[in-house]
């Protein structure tokens, strides 16, 4: 098995990485000035507890990889981004090779399940950071990671089997899921406040957004008849296994915002929220707005911490 992983960024370049150190056959697909570092450079990996240089094998688009019958492709990148990754994948590779999505939100799986025949899915907890180009922080040791995996729309086969080992050999958890999409969508329910904390000061008003969109979503979901891990089943799948030892800025779409990429993951994740009250006829103010404030602020460059909480949840009293 080779495992490509497409997408080096903060997750993905830690996934890669800690494959790549433990003795997996493993190429990356990375783009722009990451690319270059890493292809003349090596890949440069920090933890808290050392930092190495990584001669990982890299190319720029999948045009390039010479596709081979036993490649299993881990999907690493935003959301935003996704439809034209899964284009050039599916023309360079074809619809037999199987992908996982390794990615926050819900959307991804089914974009790529137009597209390729055997998809799965990864529920992700890996505190990770995307600091410059050619280098990546893993912020949690000595378990890097929780990804658990399995097949979309449910149920487990070899790859599910084959990735978990990998992942779970190289300081992940990772355990098979047949139901791995309850958890995805548990993810998401946290994922909604990662708006509030791109764009607002911390304090007390933005503790009470947080709060407030993820309870909005939780009814969404109800509603809609999801079915979502319990916040129990979570914190002990959780438990303490997590151990963040090197300080992060934020969380994903904190990053996106400080680099200034102009887009953000939002639409796929308050965003998700919203599509799918409209299309159960109720109302998700909260995630509305915030899903029109992160790309306001996207579009207009803003640093992170710009807004103040309670300015926002005067536009949602309105």
């Given amino acids: 098995m080779r495992i490509v992983v497409f997408g080096i960024g903060a997750v993905g370049g830690v996934i890669a990485g800690r494959l790549f150190e433990h003795g997996n056959d493993v190429l990356a697909i990375a783009r722009g000035a990451h690319y270059e570092a890493v292809r003349d450079g090596g890949l440069r990996l920090v933890d808290p507890d050392r930092e190495a240089t990584l001669p990982l094998p890299v190319v720029d688009a999948p045009a390039r990889v010479d596709w081979r019958d036993d490649d299993i492709v881990l999907l690493t990148t935003k959301t935003q981004d996704a439809t034209g990754a899964f284009e050039a994948l599916v023309a360079a590779a074809g619809p037999d090779v199987p992908v996982v999505c390794v990615q926050n939100g819900v959307a991804n799986e089914r974009i790529a399940l137009r597209r390729f025949r055997h998809v799965h899915a990864v529920c992700v907890m890996l505190p990770a950071e995307h ?18 995996v399995g097949r979309y729309p449910s149920g487990l086969d070899a790859v ?10 190289a300081t992940f958890e990772s355990i098979p899921r047949a139901d791995v999409m309850r958890w995805k969508y548990r993810k998401l329910l946290m994922n909604l406040a990662n708006a509030v904390e791109a764009l607002c ?9 947080s709060r407030l969109v993820r309870r909005e979503g939780t009814e969404v979901l109800r509603v809609a008849g999801i079915d979502v891990a319990s916040i129990e089943e979570d914190r002990e799948r959780r438990g303490d296994r997590l151990t963040p030892r090197l300080a992060r800025g934020g969380g994903s779409t904190w990053q996106s915002l400080r680099r200034g990429t102009g887009s953000l993951e939002t639409d796929y994740l308050n965003g998700e ?8 006829g109720i ?4 995630n509305e707005l915030l899903q029109t404030a992160a790309n306001d602020a996207a579009r207009r460059a803003l640093a992170p911490g ?11 009293a309105s």
């Fill in 131 to 148: 600091l410059e180009p050619g280098i990546v922080a893993a912020s949690s040791a000595p378990v890097s990671g929780l990804l658990d």
């Fill in 160 to 169: 599910d089997a084959q990735v978990a080992a990998a992942l779970s050999g």
């Fill in 201 to 209: 000061q911390p304090g007390d008003d933005a503790i009470e957004l």
């Fill in 273 to 280: 929220i919203a599509l799918l009250a409209r299309l159960h």
């Fill in 283 to 286: 109302e998700s103010p909260v």
């Fill in 306 to 316: 710009s807004l103040r909480a309670s300015d926002l949840l005067k536009g949602v």
